[in-house]
């Protein structure tokens, strides 16, 4: 079983960072990531990478969000610019091996003030 213990949010102003991060257990999951789930919504796709560093992004956070990995501390961090009120939400880790079973994170929470 694949631990991911994520960190690193909390309240920001509209238009400013913040840096999430989340360390496995160990370095089985092919593909890491982040999805975030606000009130009363679906839990959606926010980025996501590749062992070899190819990531994906939604459209709502291309050009704001940065995805990054490091394999060797089994890292994934999420830096966030130029935050919207739309952002705010519950941020999960995400990992998965191949076609295997998905892991999940605890969840930070992550509130953008207007």
């Known amino acids: 079983q694949v631990q991911l213990v994520e960190s690193g949010g909390g309240l920001v102003q509209a238009g400013g960072s913040l840096t999430l991060s989340c360390t496995a257990s160990?370095?089985?999951?092919?593909?890491m990531g982040w999805y975030r789930q606000a009130p009363g919504k679906q839990r959606e796709l926010v980025a996501l990478v590749s062992r070899g560093g190819m990531p994906t992004y939604a459209d709502s956070v291309k050009g704001r969000f940065t995805i990054s990995r490091d394999n060797v501390k089994n890292t994934v961090a999420l830096q966030m610019n130029s935050l919207k009120p739309m952002d705010t939400a519950v941020y999960y880790c995400?990992?998965?091996?191949?076609?295997?079973?998905?892991?999940w994170g605890q969840g930070t929470q992550v509130t953008v003030s207007s």
């Open positions: 995400y990992g998965r091996n191949l076609a295997g079973p998905i892991y």
């Open positions: 160990e370095s089985s999951s092919s593909t």
